[in-house]
């Protein structure tokens, strides 16, 4: 397993395609416009595989979540729906599986870069009855 340090405190930059992502994992109206452009600081603290993850919102409101890699761990989404979730460790990247969506986090060039991509589930009925 990669050990990357990703301790720090680490501002808010940029970000790509937030608005259809948000909308997507059903984060409500309000949640979306004080995630827009506003300055998040992360600030993430590590001892080893033991991990404290907290986001700073502008006007106070803080999500902090707490987890070691490779245990199941309560945790809390930026909307605030508390679920279970194993965080694992692959190719120095923290990957997560929230609800509706997979969340990594790496540190490239000393910035904390945090991608998350919808996991889409399909179902299929079938439509012929079995031959016997």
Known sequence: ??????????????????????????????????????KIVTEVM?????????????????TSNTFTIGKEADMETMGGKKFKATVKMEDGKIVA???????TAEICGGKLVEVSSQISRLVYKNQTKPSR
Do not use: S
């Open 46 to 62: 590590q001892n080893g595989n033991d991990f404290t993850w907290t986001q700073h919102f502008p006007g106070g409101g803080t």
């Open 1 to 38: 397993q990669g050990n990357m340090a990703f301790a720090g405190k680490y501002e808010f930059e940029g970000d790509e395609n937030y608005d259809d992502f948000v909308k997507k994992i059903g984060l409500p109206g309000d949640k979306i416009e004080m995630g827009r452009n506003c």
């Open 97 to 103: 599986d929230f609800p509706n969506y997979r969340h």
